[in-house]
């Protein structure tokens, strides 16, 4: 049980670091989901906790409010929800902040880029339609759910996360489908495209990255689930490894082939792109 404190904010806007995305808007600190692989842990660094990752939440009970009612200034700007947590968390499911957020963005009709890992999105269909530029991506990169209830506790199954996707588009919005983060001999992209192309306007590519704050997550999770895959792992990520440079051509070469939009964010450069279909 994630212990969740109402916190208010002093800005809610916040200029952006990310590869593609001028700004970006966080409305919790923390995650539900407790994906053992997560990032965004850096930020306890910041926020003062001390419990373990996914089990806190901090609530900006605020953050509609510190959106502006009448201004020109994201106006067309790209406004990227959910950097460092994911803004359908289950807690939003009571404070709704990510509606009320969106609700306040309509008006300054920014380019609304927004991802996530549950299937509570649908929720707020009706609100992504009031934008004229939205797109909005969900992540997935394990098929089988009895792993993915290990590296991703409390998020949506694979079933409910592709089930959203194919509402979203049904309903005219753009979607996307981050297939992140890719773990080695695990991840299934090509199964993954073929059960979701006809409902994706674009797939994005990221390897798994060893952060200190996960290696040893992740090699525990090997040592449960794939114990053979424990030294091929440690030979990836030697300095001399060149299995992403291959992997990423592999994946580059099947979407050229099969006419499939991809971006690939390896590494953390700029993105390659494509735009094949």
């Known amino acids: 049980m994630a212990k969740i404190k109402e916190i208010k904010a002093k800005t809610i806007i916040v200029k952006s670091n990310l590869p593609e995305g001028e700004y970006v808007i966080n409305p919790y600190v ?5 994906c053992i692989y997560c990032y965004a842990r850096f930020m306890k660094r910041f926020s003062g906790h001390e419990e373990p990752w996914g089990k806190f939440v901090d609530v900006k009970i605020n953050a509609p409010d510190l959106i502006p009612e009448i201004t020109n200034k994201f106006k067309d700007k790209w406004i990227t929800i959910g950097s460092v947590c994911d803004p359908y968390q289950p807690i939003e499911r009571k404070y709704k902040l990510t509606r009320k957020i969106l609700e306040k963005l309509i008006l300054l009709q920014p380019h609304l880029d927004l991802m ?124 001399k490894s060149d299995y992403w440079n291959i992997e990423e051509e592999r994946i580059k070469e099947f979407c050229k082939q099969n006419k499939i939009n991809y971006k690939i964010y390896f590494h953390h450069k700029n993105p390659s792109s494509g735009n094949f279909a």
């Open 30 to 34: 923390g995650c539900q989901h407790a």
């Open 116 to 239: 996530t890992k549950s299937d509570l999105v649908v929720r707020d269909i009706d609100l992504f339609k009031q934008f004229k530029d939205r797109v909005v991506a969900v992540s997935l990169s394990i098929l089988n759910e009895r792993l993915r209830k290990q590296l991703e506790p409390f998020s949506s199954s694979v079933k409910a996360r592709i089930g959203a996707l194919k509402k979203l588009r049904n309903a005219g919005i753009r979607t996307t489908l981050f297939i992140s983060p890719i773990f080695p001999y695990i991840t299934d992209w090509k199964s993954i495209i073929e059960k979701t192309k006809y409902f994706v306007d674009e797939f994005w590519f990221e390897n798994l990255n060893l952060y200190p704050s996960i290696k040893e997550n992740i090699y525990g999770f090997l040592k449960k689930n794939k114990p053979e895959l424990v030294e091929k792992y440690k030979k990836i990520y030697s300095t």
